[in-house]
């Protein structure tokens, strides 16, 4: 009797056993995670990002306001650079590498910022000595003055994105003219932009357009081969564009950075298109990528008040892109190669 009972007791052990450890291991099994294969970042989009404003050496509360600014959206958007536009000293300009207002309304105004701070000279910075702003570039770190016209490519390494081409608008000269058309030629970023302190056109009360008559000196050399020409000099913000101009750039004039405010005309020639003005004291900020260029202006208390947007056009399919500045002038040089040869073989 007691072999009897002890067979199946022995085997419901087993049995219980058995169950336990399969159910174990089918546990484990549903815990395996499988781990999922990382996805292929996105390329990064590469931008070059600027502040820029004109009109702003006084040494005032509303220049410091604008300064302020400038620090908060580099802070939150980053600065590569910055791009003044002229009057970078009132009144009567500035004297010497060693003048105190280097240091009240340069460094004490911007020094923050640690960014390159290329200048373009105004018709105030030549009642002084303009050379001085020159030679105070090998004094300064971050103050970017090389010569009276000069260029900026960015970014620094790589394919470029962005050349400016700055001229100093009371000294354009036949010299300069042919500085910039070389300078255009040679140049291989996709965006390009003329810096200038005084505008071609205007929609100011305090005076008239185009005062040192660039637009007929620069229309043959840039036409069709420039987006963008930013000024100061008028103590406004206008984005500006004349609607019978086939040559495709836009006027903005961002003089606002603490010099006192001029009233805005509101009676403009009916070819002056205003997309955009306003008499308020702030900073524009550009952002170049290569397909798009991308302006905002700030005023001083922070408030986004503009946002415009230029873009490059699209090949459709089937057609090859747009030929980029300069290279129309290099494909008729080499198709004259071209015919000069075959001239040369039926000799």
């Given amino acids: 009797m007691k072999s009897s009972v002890r067979l199946p007791l ?16 089918g546990a484990k099994r549903k815990r395996v995670v499988k781990r999922a294969v990382p996805a292929t970042p996105a390329p990064e989009i590469v931008s070059v990002n600027f502040f820029t404003f004109g009109d702003w050496g006084v040494g005032n509360e509303n220049q410091k306001a604008v300064a302020d600014q400038t620090k908060k959206i580099c802070a939150k958007y980053r600065c590569d650079f910055g791009l003044t536009l002229g009057d970078n000293f009132y ?12 240091q009240t309304l340069y460094r004490d105004m911007y ?4 960014v390159p701070f290329f200048a373009v000279l105004g018709n105030h910075d030549w009642l002084g000595n303009a050379q001085t702003q020159i030679e105070f570039s090998k004094k300064d770190p971050y103050w970017k003055m090389p010569a009276n016209v000069y260029t900026i490519v960015a970014p620094e390494s790589g394919p470029p994105l962005l050349e400016i081409f700055v001229l100093a608008s009371d000294r354009f000269n036949r010299e300069g003219e042919a500085w910039l058309k070389k300078s255009i030629e040679v140049s291989k970023a996709p965006w390009k932009i003329l810096a200038f302190h005084h505008p071609i056109l205007s929609n100011t009360t305090a ?7 660039m637009g007929p000196k620069l229309k043959p050399i ?6 963008l020409i930013l000024s100061g000099h008028d103590h406004i913000f206008s984005h500006l564009r004349d609607t019978t101009d086939t040559c495709g750039w836009d006027q903005v004039i961002i003089g606002t950075g603490g010099a006192d405010l001029y009233g805005i005309n509101k009676d403009v020639p009916e070819n002056l298109k205003v997309l955009h003005t306003e008499a308020n004291f702030g900073l524009g900020f550009v952002q170049v990528t290569e397909k798009e260029l991308s302006l905002k202006f700030y005023q001083a208390d922070g408030d986004e008040s503009y946002s415009y947007k230029w873009k490059k056009p699209e090949a459709t399919p089937g057609q090859e892109a747009p030929p980029k500045a300069g ?3 290099k494909e008729k040089l080499e198709k004259q190669k071209e015919k000069e040869l075959k001239e040369l073989k039926k000799l």
Wanted: glycine fraction near 4%.
């Fill in 207 to 213: 005076r008239e357009p185009d005062q040192k008559k």
């Fill in 327 to 329: 290279e129309k002038e």
């Fill in 111 to 114: 020094g923050d910022l640690k």
């Fill in 222 to 227: 840039v036409c069709k081969k420039i987006d």
């Fill in 91 to 102: 009144y009567w300009g500035i004297s010497s590498v060693n003048d105190n207002r280097w």
């Fill in 10 to 25: 022995i085997l419901l052990i087993f049995l219980v056993a058995f169950l336990l450890s399969t159910s174990s291991e």
